[in-house]
Nanobody, 116 residues
Framework: QVQLVESGGGLVQPGGSLRLSCAASGSIFSIYAMAMDWYRQAPGKQRELIAG???????NYADFVKGRFTISRDNAKNTVYLQMNSLKPEDTAVYYC????????WGQGTQVTVSS
């Protein structure tokens, strides 16, 4: 069974930075061939796509994070990252990684709170 585990969340002041990690583990599995995404969900709101990265490293971003967030991957470590800079209070949410089909799996989420 494959598990995706996010880490790196926390409390940060506006304008600060955080780097989230999503590590895949379990069975004989590598994410090298998988497209991966980061989503977030704020209280009372729907889960929304933030960024994605293909197996070849092509990336896409939601307009509201372009220029501030960067998605990357280290296949040797079975890990996908989300570098978040210039954080705003409206970035406060639970952040999830998602392995697209055929994996089709979510992590448990990590809380990011941006507040002074």
């Amino acid at each position: 069974q494959v598990q995706l585990v996010e880490s790196g969340g926390g409390l940060v002041q506006p304008g600060g930075s955080l780097r989230l990690s999503c590590a895949a583990s379990g069975s004989i599995f590598s994410i090298y061939a998988m497209a991966m995404d980061w989503y977030r969900q704020a209280p009372g709101k729907q889960r929304e796509l933030i960024a994605g990265i293909t197996s070849r490293g092509s990336t896409n971003y939601a307009d509201f994070v372009k220029g501030r967030f960067t998605i990357s991957r280290d296949n040797a470590k079975n890990t996908v990252y989300l570098q978040m800079n210039s954080l705003k209070p409206e970035d406060t949410a639970v952040y999830y990684c998602y392995g697209r089909p055929p994996l089709g799996s979510w992590g448990q989420g990590t809380q990011v709170t941006v507040s002074s």
